[in-house]
């Protein structure tokens, strides 16, 4: 300016508009400084004020109200904190406690705060005759936050909280931030994952790491401990994974450990610690909670010290084999499509999983052997341990498993399991059995072999068989038959709960048949049929099924970190 001399001195200085400063600043080291302010700085450069905000404009113009949502849609995708997740605008939120990051969907009172921030907004005053300022317009934010899908948001599939693996590629991920190519955004510090160069000695290592953590823990079998570690290596990979199966830790008196061995298998997937919950009662009550909790996308939720069975509710069933689930969000006319990339964890003395979840819930055993296990301690405090060095212990889990890819991927000859065959199989089981550990999956397996639904089934169908072999027989005639001359029958009827007063309800058997249709159990299977004209039934010998051929594993690919995308949309003038 004119005031200022030749004389060497330390300038002024000029800096950018951000939120506290709107209009940005100056600051003038001269005598003078206290008459001059970024205004006076403007009016010198002949810089307009709304030029100044260093914001994009939008005018609001009848007839445009389309093109004027689609433009704040944008410049919002362009201020880099919000995506669409699910049908919803969504940010993401860091715990400044526990460091474990969540998304919290935006609402209407926030979205249009945003929009304040990011831009500049314009009405036209025809009696001024020029355009001025004004706030995000209620309608045109209304319209945005209802909308289902997006043109510019990026798309947010779930947020990580270490190291992962891509699941297009294989790929493994080590930098923190959005990436385009999982749609997944990480929040963690790679610095704290110091993963190994994945040798056989390495891996080696990096498993007697975390078998020292069970030391103290009194699994029945070495089944139980293996399924443990499956549940830490679940832990860690568990956003890779499409499916994956939850993990139910069972005792028979308290103070077992249950709880504890959850917090330690919780602990390797996120810092926040598990989400406790209790079991829902109905399936209604599954549906609103579990839509709820999977909205944040939490690393883990635990139905803690469980007094019932895993109870197969429609919803609990769908998320431990589905990759994502639709439903409406309680409270609002709006549904909500969420992932189920999260590790669900149940615990409980003699209860666990029963009819469609016994292929779904694997169960680890603990049995102290002690009248009084409660008084019991554990010196070690691994879970302590994990908590203060998560990051070197879900490193040792991704050396085993970078290992395991390097030496060729070898696979042992186990028993398939055709939900959970593929990369669960891959990076959760077969890692284990490689260093010599028993199948992890063993107690699954053995609850879909002894299924004691299918037990009771087969024995219907064989006293069913005996007595019409397979001749379409209604149900009225079975019951008829089964309380006259087939008195094995009867009994193997019984078996279901379908007795009322001593009376067979032949509405729940002729359920009972319906949902187990066409199911194979011991060779047989019940088949629809008609008889007289009416809705019957037949008993029909199966040949046994050809083998299952399981899916490929994913591509095998070395410690490559990478990057995170962004969506670069540039600020821009919007004028209609």
């Known amino acids: 300016m004119s005031d200022h001399t030749d004389a060497l001195d330390t300038g002024s200085a000029y800096f950018e508009p951000d939120d506290q400063y709107p209009l940005g600043g100056y600051c003038c080291q001269h005598s003078h400084r206290e008459q001059y302010r970024v205004r006076h700085l403007l009016d010198f450069l002949g810089v307009e004020v709304s030029a100044a905000r260093h914001k994009p404009v939008i005018h609001i113009v009848p007839g445009e109200l389309h093109r004027v949502v689609f433009a704040a849609e944008r410049e919002l995708a362009d201020y880099g904190q919000h995506y669409q997740f699910g049908g919803l605008i969504a940010s993401i939120s860091t715990d400044p406690t526990t460091s474990d990051p969540a998304i919290v969907p935006t609402s209407l009172p926030a979205l249009t ?17 020029e355009w001025v300022r004004c706030d995000p317009p209620t309608r045109h934010v ?13 798309p947010l599939a779930g947020v990580v909280r270490q190291p992962y693996f891509r699941e297009s590629d294989g790929e493994l991920i080590v930098q923190a931030g959005y990436d385009a190519g999982s749609h997944r955004f990480g929040v963690f510090d790679p610095r704290q994952f110091p993963i190994q160069e994945p040798t056989l000695e390495n891996a080696r290592n990096a498993l007697a790491m975390l078998e020292d953590l069970l030391e103290e823990f009194h699994f029945v079998t070495p089944t139980d401990k293996a399924a443990a570690l499956c549940g830490m290596f679940t832990a860690v990979v568990r956003p890779t994974l499409n499916y994956a199966p939850a993990f139910h830790v069972k005792a028979h008196v308290f103070g077992s450990g249950k709880s504890y ?38 690393a883990v939720i635990e139905f803690d010290d469980m007094s019932t069975d895993w109870i197969p509710h429609g919803t609990i069933n769908r998320v431990l084999t589905s990759d994502k689930i639709t439903d409406r969000i309680l409270g609002v006319s709006k549904t909500a499509t969420v992932g189920t990339r999260t590790l669900f964890l149940g615990s409980g003395n003699n209860v666990g999983p029963v009819r469609d979840l016994l292929r779904r819930v694997l169960t680890i055993h603990l049995d102290p052997r002690s009248a009084t296990p409660a008084t019991l301690s554990y010196r070690g405090n691994p879970v302590e341990k994990v908590r203060k060095n998560r990051g070197v212990y879900v490193a040792a889990v991704l050396t085993i498993i970078l290992a ?21 199989t891959d990076y959760c089981r077969h890692p284990l059995i490689w260093l010599g550990h028993p199948d992890p999956a063993t107690s699954l397996i053995e609850q879909v072999t002894h299924d004691p639904d299918a037990d009771i089934l087969g024995g219907l169908m064989q006293e069913w068989y005996k007595a019409f072999a397979s001749i379409p027989t209604t149900v009225r005639k079975a019951v008829t038959s089964a309380e006259g001359n087939y008195p094995n029958l009867r009994d193997a009827i019984c078996e279901f709960p379908v007795e009322e007063r001593g009376v067979i309800n032949r509405s729940k058997l002729g359920w009972i048949l319906k949902k187990n249709s066409n199911r194979i159990v011991g060779g047989f299977e019940f088949q629809p049929a008609i008889a007289d004209g009416r809705a019957a039934w037949r008993v029909v010998p199966v040949a046994s099924p050809v083998a299952f051929t399981p899916p490929p594993s994913p591509p095998s690919t070395g410690p490559v970190a990478g990057g995170g995308g962004a969506v670069d949309l540039g600020g821009v003038d919007y004028d209609f």
């Open 113 to 129: 705060q945003v929009l304040s921030v990011a831009v500049t907004f314009e009405t036209f005053n025809a009696k001024l005759g």
């Open 142 to 154: 209304s319209i945005l936050d209802n909308m289902q899908t997006y043109r510019f948001l990026p």
């Open 261 to 298: 061995l959850c917090d330690l298998i919780g602990s390797f997937a996120g810092p926040g610690g598990n989400y406790k919950v209790s079991y829902p009662t109905t399936a209604e009550e599954a549906t609103k909670v579990i839509l709820s909790l999977l909205l944040t996308s939490p």
């Open 404 to 424: 395991w890819r390097k030496a060729g991927s070898p696979r042992s000859e186990i028993k398939s399991i055709v939900t959970y065959g593929g990369s669960w």
